[in-house]
């Protein structure tokens, strides 16, 4: 199992540009999560989804934007990049069913917008 | 709005020295989790404490969660240079079953050989 992968590693964009963040998850996990990683902050949750076609908004989605069609895939949309959204960004897993979830990570995309 | 405060937030040691990191908030967790995070990685897992009093212990690093399920601490004995990384901590609360994690700033540790 690749476990969970992220596309691509790093980029830069130029204000107001667009891009989609990819996500995937090879072990059936029925939850998705996106989160953001700045320095100092810890991560904070953007979006994150119980199953395939259900998404909801976590503590900062202003600027992104979710869909998710199938188990295996969440990707995260930034519309109009701002020098805000410039931080790290994990993708993460987990299954259903456990009372207490342990969340598996990707390794991460590192945006830049200048 | 629930919040997790961890201290310290940077610590560099000698090799062999111990360590704790805390985790503290006002509001009740009805899980925590410790993760282990290094440069250019994700988190990985390392623990999940879920009962008041609980203490787990993963070979030299001791895990705790409060009596209140309010705080956590992580005590690492004789550091190596190994342990090296960003310990963070993350609380899962709330009924909705949507395993939706609350994380602490992170506590950057340097073990120096």
């Known amino acids: 199992n690749a476990g969970v992968t992220q596309t691509p590693k790093f980029r830069i964009l130029k204000i107001g540009q667009s891009m989609t963040l990819q996500c995937a998850q090879d072990m059936n996990h029925n939850y998705m999560y996106w989160y953001r990683q700045d320095p100092g902050m810890g991560l904070k949750l953007i979006y994150y989804s119980v199953g395939a076609g259900i998404t909801d908004k976590g503590e900062v989605p202003n600027g992104y934007n979710v869909s998710r069609s199938t188990t295996e895939d969440f990707p995260l949309r930034l519309e109009l990049a701002a020098p805000s959204q410039t931080s790290v960004y994990f993708c993460?897993?987990?299954?259903?069913?456990?009372?207490?979830?342990?969340?598996?990570f990707g390794p991460g995309t590192r945006l830049t917008v200048l | 709005t629930q919040l997790l405060e961890q201290s310290p937030q940077f610590l560099s040691i000698q090799e062999g020295e111990n360590l704790t990191v805390y985790c503290n908030s006002s509001?009740?967790?009805?899980?925590l989790q410790w993760y282990r995070q290094e440069p250019g990685e994700g988190p990985v897992l390392l623990v999940t404490v879920v009962t008041g009093g609980e203490v787990k212990k993963l070979k030299r690093l001791t895990f705790q969660f409060g009596d209140a399920r309010k705080d956590s601490s992580l005590h690492i004995t004789a550091a190596q240079p190994g342990d090296t990384g960003l310990y963070l901590c993350a609380g899962e609360g709330g009924s909705s079953n949507t395993g939706k994690l609350i994380f602490g700033q992170g506590t950057t540790l340097q073990v120096k050989p």
């Open positions: 509001s009740v967790f009805s899980s």
């Open positions: 993460a897993s987990s299954p259903p069913g456990l009372r207490y979830n342990e969340q598996f």
